[in-house]
T-cell receptor, first 112, second 112 residues
Framework: AQSVSQHNHHVILSEAASLELGCNYSYGGTVNLFWYVQYPGQHLQLLLKYFSGDPLVKGIKGFEAEFIKSKFSFNLRKPSVQWSDTAEYFC??????????FGTGTRLQVFP | DTAVSQTPKYLVTQMGNDKSIKCEQNLGHDTMYWYKQDSKKFLKIMFS???????INETVPNRFSPKSPDKAHLNLHINSLELGDSAVYFC???????????FGPGTRLTVL
């Protein structure tokens, strides 16, 4: 069965620090990959997606993610976080099925 | 302009009651979904409909019955509510299966 792992459950950073959130999935075939963000009290919003092509994907608000097929990973990065990035971040994978499977989420807290 | 809307936003009810949550999207998408987010923020798909037809029924108790009167609406009816049904329920839509999802604001259900 497909699964998505986010090993960082809770990340605490100061403003201007760099961010990398891990995401690994278990499926050997073609995948579509996504990162969603949920700000406090709000609904989920798409940050970025990878379907094919350049494995380095740029999203909104300065976020990017790199698909490394050999490592089954799709880590999210941001060079300099802001207080407003405080949110829950979800990696999600669609592995050639009609279901989008979400990871357990990473809570990011950014302190000024 | 609300793309995916849900009503009500909050729902507090007693065990054993029956309740409904409504969802509407004005994006012209063909596919709609219900996801459940538990207290640990884990998101799990419950149902998906494509053009009013049920595509995914993810081993949800049959107390939960989705209904799609047209492709812009997907309602969720829950019979005989239990304590464990307390969660946030998100409706979502996408142009087609496997496309990125647009999420609604969520309905926080509390069963007492």
């Amino acid at each position: 069965a497909q699964s998505v792992s986010q090993h960082n459950h809770h990340v605490i950073l100061s403003e201007a620090a760099s961010l990398e959130l891990g995401c690994n999935y278990s499926y050997g075939g073609t995948v579509n990959l996504f990162w969603y963000v949920q700000y406090p009290g709000q609904h989920l919003q798409l940050l970025l997606k990878y379907f094919s092509g350049d494995p380095l994907v740029k999203g909104i608000k300065g976020f990017e993610a790199e698909f490394i097929k050999s490592k089954f990973s799709f880590n999210l990065r941001k060079p300099s976080v802001q207080w407003s990035d405080t949110a829950e971040y979800f990696c999600a994978v669609n592995a050639n099925t009609d279901k989008l499977i979400f990871g357990t989420g990473t809570r990011l807290q950014v302190f000024p | 302009d609300t793309a995916v809307s849900q009503t009500p936003k909050y729902l507090v009810t007693q065990m054993g009651n029956d309740k409904s949550i409504k969802c509407e999207q004005n994006l012209g998408h063909d596919t709609m979904y219900w996801y459940k987010q538990d207290s640990k923020k884990f998101l799990k798909i419950m149902f998906s409909y494509n053009n009013k037809e049920l595509i995914i029924n993810e081993t949800v108790p049959n107390r939960f019955s989705p209904k799609s009167p047209d492709k812009a609406h997907l309602n969720l009816h829950i019979n005989s509510l239990e304590l464990g049904d307390s969660a946030v329920y998100f409706c979502a839509s996408s142009p087609y299966l496997r496309d990125p999802l647009d999420f609604g604001p969520g309905t926080r259900l509390t069963v007492l």
